[in-house]
């Protein structure tokens, strides 16, 4: 009887990402994270649990070769092995807070390429190298509120979660079991990073200095098991855009 859980997460080192693949390790489980830095004790975590994990320190503003390494990792293992396998596009970077012109051109390109180019290759990467496998595969794509809602000051930001929403009622349609999750308010370097930002171009930043001063964000932990437990969902794929809110 087939056991084994494989998941392949990107954006594992810290936040939301470090708490997916700490709360992914049970006995059996497989884990790859595709990160810019390793977690420094998911090793250690995982020898605990019972799991196997592996981390590749790898740059997802340069996707293509990524996605290439990953389709020839899945080419090379058993599947008869797997009852899932599950792809993870967690990966984002920061990008200024403020007006679009305002922007500097390559981090500018940067925070697409991690945060909607990266995810489109991978998931194609992953359902080519696993097209023939009979276990329960799945795409999770971690994308926001402001995929649906425009904020001043977030023009990359929100197209990026707009975009991947869009993109996964397209792959949906061609039969792919995905889901865009809006995972809720989370306490990460994000919300920080928001907080810290000059109000001139930020319109919204009273609303977010209030979200922490009010106790209103999850944990990274809180959120996780969230998209974990929505993940593990019989119907899963229903609808292929959703908020772990609701």
Not at 112 to 129: D, I, Q, Y
Request: charged share 20%.
């Amino acid at each position: 009887m087939k056991t084994t859980q494989l998941c392949i997460l990107t954006g594992a080192s810290r936040g939301l990402g470090a708490a997916l693949a700490e709360q992914s390790l049970r006995p059996g489980a497989r884990l790859l994270c595709l990160s810019r830095r390793e977690h420094p004790t998911l090793a250690a975590l995982a020898a605990a649990a019972g799991a196997q994990a592996e981390q590749w320190a790898v740059d997802l503003a340069e996707p293509a070769p990524v996605a290439a390494r990953l389709e020839a990792w899945l080419a090379g293992l058993d599947d008869s092995a797997f009852a899932s396998a599950t792809l993870i596009n967690n990966a984002a970077t920061l990008p200024r807070v403020g007006p679009l012109e305002d922007s500097e051109a390559g981090e500018l390109a940067r925070t697409l390429r991690v945060g909607l180019e990266a995810p489109l290759l991978l998931s194609a990467a992953f359902l080519r190298a696993t097209r023939a496998w009979s276990a329960d595969r799945r795409i999770l794509n971690i994308s926001s509120g402001l995929g649906r809602r425009a904020m001043a000051g977030s023009t990359a930001y929100c197209a990026i979660k707009a975009g991947l929403d869009h993109a996964s009622r397209a792959m949906a349609l061609d039969g792919a079991r995905v889901v865009s999750l809006a995972p809720g308010v989370i306490d990460t370097d994000m919300q920080v990073h928001l907080r810290d930002s000059d109000p001139r171009g930020f319109p919204d930043h009273a609303r977010f200095v209030a979200l922490k001063a009010d106790g209103q964000l999850d944990t990274p932990a809180q959120a996780a098991a969230r998209v974990l437990a929505f993940l593990a969902r019989p119907d899963f794929g229903r609808e292929p855009v959703a908020d772990v809110r609701t």
